[in-house]
């Protein structure tokens, strides 16, 4: 039996792309209707009553987190979120009742969220829609965290512009003006100095081991003392790269 969906993205070519998606799904899934902001959105679900909402977290008039809010605990469907946002505090709230999905959506990706929805949904009446204990301002506050963070660099390479997902790169290194980026298919060569571009990175994802280098955490191997007595980090890359750092440094890896 098909459930019933409303989309809501303040983009219009977001909605359009999610539409498509859910359409290909057209065995299981009835699509009512879209919303273009959050006040259209809480009108909608009150009219319509969907099983689910697909709903994006950053909108002019209210974010995702006010149209819930907006409305009464028994109005709330099964909401899966859509954010542009890619963060490990997200996932942390994940629940077979609420999902998040990176935009743009891969089918793949929404095909997982279906599946989780599909588990909850013989239960719908009798379960409520979100756990007891889930605190909204919380998750808003962790999302909001990210904002300010990059999540991808802009490289200029001749006259083409190359997008890199931070989650490709292995290590930064300051080259006097310029910056390297040691990512997983290459070096690249970027204008930003070393000290700017660290208050740019989520500091839960790259940590500053020496003044002359930013590290991805998830690339660090170990960090061990050599014979001389002093701390070396080695990285897991192809080269092997070790980065002499100090004490200090090592005393953040307690924190991560």
Request: aromatic residues 8%; charged residues 30%; hydrophobic residues 40%.
């Amino acid at each position: 039996m098909p459930f019933s969906v409303l989309i809501v993205d303040d983009e219009p070519l977001a909605r359009k792309r999610m539409r498509v998606l859910l359409e290909e799904c057209s065995s299981e899934v009835e699509i009512l209707g879209e919303a273009g902001s959050g006040t259209a959105a809480i009108q909608q679900i009150r009219e319509l009553m969907p099983d689910v909402v697909f709903l994006d977290i950053q909108m002019p008039d209210m974010d995702g987190f006010d149209v819930l809010h907006g409305l009464s605990k028994h109005e709330v469907p099964l909401v899966v979120f859509t954010t542009a946002y890619d963060n490990f505090a997200v996932k942390a709230f994940e629940e077979d009742t609420v999902d998040y999905l990176l935009k743009p959506v891969e089918q793949e990706r929404l095909a997982a969220a279906i599946e989780k929805i599909r588990r909850r949904l013989p239960g719908l009446e009798n379960e409520p829609a979100l756990p007891q204990d889930f605190n909204w301002d919380k998750l808003r506050e962790l999302v909001n965290k990210t904002e300010n963070y990059i999540q991808r660099l802009q490289i200029k390479i001749g006259d083409r512009i190359v997008f890199l997902n931070l989650d490709q790169v292995i290590r930064f290194q300051s080259e006097e003006k310029y910056t390297t980026v040691y990512a997983l298919d290459g070096r690249y060569v970027i204008d930003t100095p070393i000290i700017e571009l660290e208050k740019k990175l989520d500091p839960r994802s790259f940590v500053k081991v020496h003044r002359s280098h930013i590290v991805a955490v998830d690339y660090i191997a170990e960090c061990r003392k050599t014979e001389q007595g002093k701390m070396v980090m080695a990285l897991k890359d192809k080269a092997g790269t070790q980065i002499q750092v100090s004490r200090s440094v090592i005393k953040k890896f307690r924190n991560l």
